[in-house]
T-cell receptor, first 114, second 116 residues
Framework: GENVEQHPSTLSVQEGDSAVIKCTYS??????FPWYKQELGKGPQLIIDIRSNVGEKKDQRIAVTLNKTAKHFSLHITETQPEDSAVYFCAARTLSGSARQLTFGSGTQLTVLP | KAGVTQTPRYLIKTRGQQVTLSCSPI?????VSWYQQTPGQGLQFLFEYFSETQRNKGNFPGRFSGRQFSNSRSEMNVSTLELGDSALYLC???????????????FGSGTRLTVV
């Protein structure tokens, strides 16, 4: 089955700096790669996603890049703010006939220092 | 538009008991998936339901089961609870596994289950 590895597990940045989180996946059939932000006491919230036919996608301060050949994708957050502090998860969707499931990375605890 | 609603938010059960968790998806969403989140194992897929049918199941023992009703609401059940079942159980809804919109997984806030 699919395996998603995520690095780093913890990341501290100064407010205003950029943060980059990287993930690799194993199943070349995966075609959908979402990123989730989880704050304490809440469920994961989708912040951006990318499909395998797109190399890069940007939404204001957040961008995701995908390299299908190398099977890795990254989340980039620019001009970080304290409210960006949370746990971030990458995921890959495994294709299995008509069934779908998200395989998640292990998460990155991002701390933005004021 | 209401989000995904999970009830109850917190639950304490004793080993050997059984528990039922409930999930109401976003109105119009017909697919419901369940995930278990623990500090050690992270987020793991339990199962997905669409049109009252289980479409996919993760690598969990048969003590974990679920169902979906005609209004798309879903329940999951864990029988003979073990200490290791303590976790945050998350439900996610999406429009349909067959639409072109492959995304749209919206998670609820989860049910925190503690087994003592």
């Amino acid at each position: 089955g699919e395996n998603v590895e995520q690095h780093p597990s913890t990341l501290s940045v100064q407010e205003g700096d950029s943060a980059v989180i990287k993930c690799t996946y194993s199943d070349s059939a995966s075609n959908y790669f979402p990123w989730y932000k989880q704050e304490l006491g809440k469920g994961p919230q989708l912040i951006i996603d990318i499909r395998s036919n797109v190399g890069e996608k940007k939404d204001q301060r957040i961008a995701v890049t995908l390299n299908k050949t190398a099977k890795h994708f990254s989340l980039h957050i620019t001009e970080t703010q304290p409210e960006d502090s949370a746990v971030y998860f990458c995921a890959a969707r495994t294709l299995s006939g008509s069934a779908r499931q998200l395989t998640f990375g292990s998460g990155t605890q991002l701390t933005v220092l004021p | 538009k209401a989000g995904v609603t999970q009830t109850p938010r917190y639950l304490i059960k004793t080993r050997g008991q059984q528990v039922t968790l409930s999930c109401s998806p976003i109105s119009g969403h017909r697919s419901v998936s369940w995930y278990q989140q623990t500090p050690g194992q992270g987020l793991q897929f339990l199962f997905e339901y669409f049109s009252e049918t289980q479409r996919n199941k993760g690598n969990f023992p048969g003590r974990f089961s679920g169902r979906q009703f005609s209004n798309s609401r879903s329940e999951m059940n864990v029988s003979t609870l073990e200490l290791g079942d303590s976790a945050l159980y998350l439900c996610a809804s999406s429009p349909s596994p067959r639409t072109g919109n492959d995304g749209g997984y919206t998670f609820g806030s989860g049910t925190r289950l503690t087994v003592v």
